[in-house]
DNA sequence: AAGCCAACCAACCGCCGACGC
DNA sequence: TGCGTCGGCGGTTGGTTGGCT
């Protein structure tokens, strides 16, 4: 902390560090009482001023510091300036090995959740933490090292899984309360926890310390790294909000369910956590022992598609994120074809949904709104389908009494037996989702309303299809080669 | 000694959700 | 229900420091 700090030790405020009210805007600190506030570095006499502020006041109603003490800082500025530097019991001094590892395994688990992070390390802000990620990405990406070490990414896995668990738990309890709004958008995450891959079984499920990382495969393509080939780059998150604003007035759940707009932000964490170099030339065995293993490149998604189908020699020239191909790649894409990876990509992200993000102490960092609903809507119309296959081959019928939750429970029994089969990468998707179940959608079907059984053909092969174009073109939407109009008028369609 | 550069850090900024009226 | 305010959060900026050439 000796770098800090350019306090005036006369506490004398130049006129450059009055600034005008921004009260147009109100959007940072505005005035009150009509005064100036000031900006820039703390004097130690303000600081004084706010401690004593804040031991006769206490915490929190931070306008009215200024108008109580005097002190010519607008709120946010005062709050900041005492969670960050004169709240007692804050540590300074650079981070202990152990903290630093604490946040690398944060971090691996929650991604940019500064906030949290800091709840885990005591005395330390979120400011500390976020600058120290910051440094700490550059300088890897300037050395060329993944950001999260396999410990770390196997830990997050552990606890991904772990809080997986819980949520089922919860979120088991929580869905015989929970009832299907007729909005198919309107989907409560819970869902989805039938979805659960079965990393050990499933050759082309991205193991769960990617969760964050895989999130953010997507989030990386509006990053800097990587503006000299995204052409319309510019405004990303904006137009994704827009986006996002346009499609939430399909129905008031599902705006909620849009978080993965904000997920396509950071593409370095994704390619390192595929296991590919970054940024893009290094060598691995010479420079970072520590964090590279023996299979190098692997260490993250040992039985993922990525690292397994690219040489990493070839990652050495990576010009695209993982998720993006050329245009040319795309013409590919047919009947006859094998597979595209992207194709590959969205079956991944089908097959590993984002699971129970039912907000709990567990980081749940995995929420992919749109999939989610669409995921959720090809499993209502699989489970149906299933309910009906089950009548006609067991000539049985559900009553409208059955016990929900032991049928769900067998259903999802017959789930995970249906993840045993080895499938192939397109044909898993149609077949696991058709082999799937939600507890909730069993249960609705089982009570009334059950569909026809043509209902069930052409007409949910198609939504079935239609579901993955709208992923697909999701996906391309938010690597901002198809517009937003697009993706609106296909969802009209549906 | 001077210039450059990276690291570090504090603070600003804009957005968003919660809350009260 | 709509609006304004407040507080929190994450991204970004700009200043300072120290090391290297």
């Known amino acids: 902390m000796s770098r800090m700090t350019s306090e005036s030790e006369d506490g004398i405020v130049s006129n450059n560090q009055i600034e005008s009210p921004l009260g147009e805007e109100g959007n940072y600190c505005g005035s009150a009482n009509g005064g100036v506030l000031k900006k820039g570095p703390w004097t130690s006499a303000e600081d004084a001023i706010l401690i004593e502020y804040v031991k006769k006041h206490g915490e929190g109603n931070w306008n009215a510091v200024q108008k109580h003490s005097g002190l010519f800082r607008c709120g946010k500025s005062c709050r900041l300036r005492w969670a960050n530097h004169l709240r007692p019991n804050l540590k300074k001094g650079a981070f202990t090995q152990e903290e630093e590892q604490l946040i690398i395994e944060l971090h691996a688990k929650m991604g940019n959740k500064w906030a949290r992070m800091a709840a885990h390390l005591p005395g330390r ?9 910051n440094t700490r990405i550059k300088r890897h990406q300037r050395a060329g090292l993944p950001l999260y070490p396999p410990e770390a990414s196997l830990q997050a896995l552990q606890e991904s899984q772990r809080c997986l668990n819980i949520d089922r738990i919860e979120i088991r309890n929580k869905s015989q309360h929970d009832t299907l709004q007729s909005n198919s958008y309107g989907i409560p995450n819970v869902m989805f926890d039938n979805l659960t891959p079965h990393q050990s079984i499933l050759p082309y499920v991205p193991e769960l310390p990617d969760i964050t990382a895989s999130s953010m495969l997507m989030k990386g ?12 780059i510019m405004h990303r998150q904006k137009r994704l909000r827009e986006a996002t604003t346009l499609l939430s007035s399909f129905g008031g759940g599902m705006k909620n369910e849009f978080h993965l707009f904000d997920q396509f932000q950071d593409v370095d964490k994704a390619s390192q956590s595929f296991g590919l170099p970054f940024p893009f030339d290094y060598d691995s065995t010479t420079k970072n022992p520590e964090f590279f293993g023996e299979n190098q490149g692997s260490h993250t998604l040992a039985n993922g598609n990525f690292s397994a189908s690219k040489p990493t020699s070839e990652a050495v020239k990576l010009e695209l994120p993982s998720l993006q191909y050329s245009e040319t790649d795309l013409g590919g894409w047919g009947p006859s074809c094998s597979p595209s990876p992207l194709i590959e990509s969205v079956d991944t992200f089908i097959q590993s949904p984002p699971t129970g993000t039912v907000e709990s102490d567990c980081p749940s960092p995995r929420n992919s709104g749109l999939l989610d609903a669409l995921l959720h809507e090809a499993k209502t119309l699989s489970s149906a389908k299933n309910q009906l296959s089950d009548k006609s081959s067991n000539s049985s019928t559900v009553t409208p009494g059955d016990d929900a939750d032991s049928s769900a429970l067998n259903i999802c029994e017959t789930e ?26 069993a249960n609705e079907s089982s009570l009334d309303e059950s569909p026809s059984s043509e209902t069930f053909t052409g007409k949910h092969l198609f939504h079935m299809n239609l579901s993955r174009m709208i992923v697909i073109i999701y996906l391309f939407e938010a690597m901002s080669w198809v517009p937003p109009v697009i993706f609106y008028i296909i969802l009209q369609a549906c």
């Not at 393509?221 to 319309?232: K, N, R």
């Open 125 to 133: 802000t979120d400011n500390e933490i976020k600058n120290y990620w």
């Open 221 to 232: 393509l509006s990053s800097f790294q990587y503006g000299s080939f995204m052409s319309p």
């Open 416 to 441: 995970r037996e249906d993840y045993g089969h080895p499938i192939s990468p397109l044909g898993h998707t149609a077949t696991s989702l058709f082999s799937e179940c939600t507890p909730i959608s």
